[in-house]
C-alpha cells in the first residue's frame, strides 16, 4: 500500500491540489511513526541502539553512517546483515541514516565528503535490493559547527554544485537526502530548486529552527509535505513539550502541509541528570498524544 505522502509525490501534486472531501479524508487515516537518532540513545553508530530503542518502546532509530572502516559501517554487506538480524529480533524499524560527520567534515568545503554521501546511496540502494522491507530510503545530510552554511552563499553554491553529482542516482534508487541545517524554509527551497531534483528535500528539526527565530509552524506549511522527508521532533535541556515547541500545533501545520504519515524522530529532549529510558518514554508518550491521539 503506498501512504499519502509518497503516493502525492509519484503524482507530482499536493494537498492543496486534490478535492477537499480527499484531502479531509487522507488526513483522517494520517499514521506517523515515532524513533529516535542513535545518537542520543547513546548508542552512536552502535547496533545495540536497538535494544535501548526497545527499553523505551519507539518503533524505529535513526542510524549513524559516518567515514569508511568503522565497527558498523553500513558499506560492509556483514554489518548490513547484522543489522537486518537485529531488525527481525527487536521489531525495530531503521527509520533512517544520519550523516552528522558533515558537521565535522562539511559537505560544502571537504573534498572528501561528497564521497560519503554518494557512498549513503550505493549503501541504501544495496539495502533496498537486499531486505526491502528493512531498507531506509532517508539519509539526514547534516550542515552544524564547522559544516553550517547559513548567511554563507558560496557554502551554499558548492553544495548545490555537489549535490547536483549525486541527485540523480539517489532519484533513481528510492534514496531521499534531507538537508538539516540553520537555513530558513527559503533558503533550502533555493537548495532544492538549485538542485533540481526531487531527491533532495529538507529534515525539519522543530527546536534548530526555532531558536532561528523561524516560524516553524508557518515554515512547514511554507515547504509541504512533498518537500520535508523526515521531521527531528527535539526540545533541549528539557523533554518534549516542556520548552518553546507546541507540538499539537506543530503537528497540526505538518498535517495541514502533507506530512501525516512519515517518521518523528525523537532528539535531544534529555534534561540533564535524568535517566534516559523514563525520559524518553515521556517524550513518545508527548508525540504519541500531539500526533495521534493516543
Not at 28 to 34: A, C, F, G, T
Not at 132 to 161: H, Q, R
Not at 244 to 263: E, N, Q, S, T, V
Request: glycine share 10%; proline share 3%.
Amino acid at each position: 500500500m503506498i501512504s499519502r505522502r509518497p503516493l502525492l509525490k509519484l503524482l507530482g501534486g499536493s494537498a492543496a491540489a486534490l478535492p477537499a472531501q480527499s484531502v479531509f479524508s487522507a488526513l483522517s487515516e494520517s499514521k506517523y511513526q515515532i524513533g529516535a537518532c542513535d545518537w542520543c540513545l547513546k548508542k552512536k553508530q552502535d547496533i545495540a541502539a536497538f535494544e535501548v530503542a526497545k527499553a523505551i518502546g519507539l518503533e524505529g532509530i535513526q542510524v549513524s553512517f559516518s567515514t569508511p572502516g568503522s565497527e558498523f559501517d553500513l558499506r560492509d554487506r556483514k554489518v548490513r546483515d547484522a543489522y537486518y538480524k537485529r531488525v527481525d529480533e527487536t521489531g525495530i524499524q531503521m527509520a533512517s541514516l544520519g550523516m552528522g560527520i558533515l558537521n565535522q567534515r562539511p559537505l560544502a568545503s571537504d573534498p572528501e565528503a561528497i564521497g560519503w554521501v554518494s557512498d549513503v546511496v550505493d549503501t541504501m540502494a544495496a539495502m533496498k535490493a537486499e531486505q526491502p522491507d528493512k531498507a531506509p530510503s532517508v539519509c539526514l545530510l547534516a550542515f552544524f559547527g564547522i559544516g553550517d552554511i547559513n548567511g554563507k552563499p558560496k557554502a551554499m553554491d558548492s553544495v548545490i554544485k555537489k549535490l547536483k553529482t549525486v541527485a540523480k542516482k539517489a532519484g533513481d534508487n528510492g534514496v531521499v537526502l534531507g538537508l538539516e541545517s540553520y537555513l530558513s524554509a527559503d533558503d533550502h527551497l533555493k537548495i532544492i530548486d538549485g538542485v533540481g531534483s526531487k531527491a533532495i528535500q529538507v529534515y525539519y528539526d522543530s527546536a534548530n529552527s526555532a531558536a532561528m527565530g523561524y516560524d516553524i509552524y508557518e515554515e512547514a506549511i511554507q515547504l509541504g509535505g512533498e518537500r520535508i522527508c523526515e521531521v527531528h521532533c527535539k526540545e533541549k535541556k528539557t523533554l518534549l513539550g516542556g520548552g518553546d515547541i507546541d507540538f499539537p500545533k506543530f503537528a497540526a501545520a505538518l498535517k495541514k502541509a502533507g506530512y501525516d504519515d512519515g517518521w518523528l524522530i525523537i532528539e535531544g529532549a534529555l534534561p540533564k541528570g535524568t535517566d534516559l529510558v523514563e525520559s524518553y518514554k515521556t517524550n513518545f508518550s508527548v508525540l504519541n498524544k500531539s500526533f495521534r491521539g493516543a
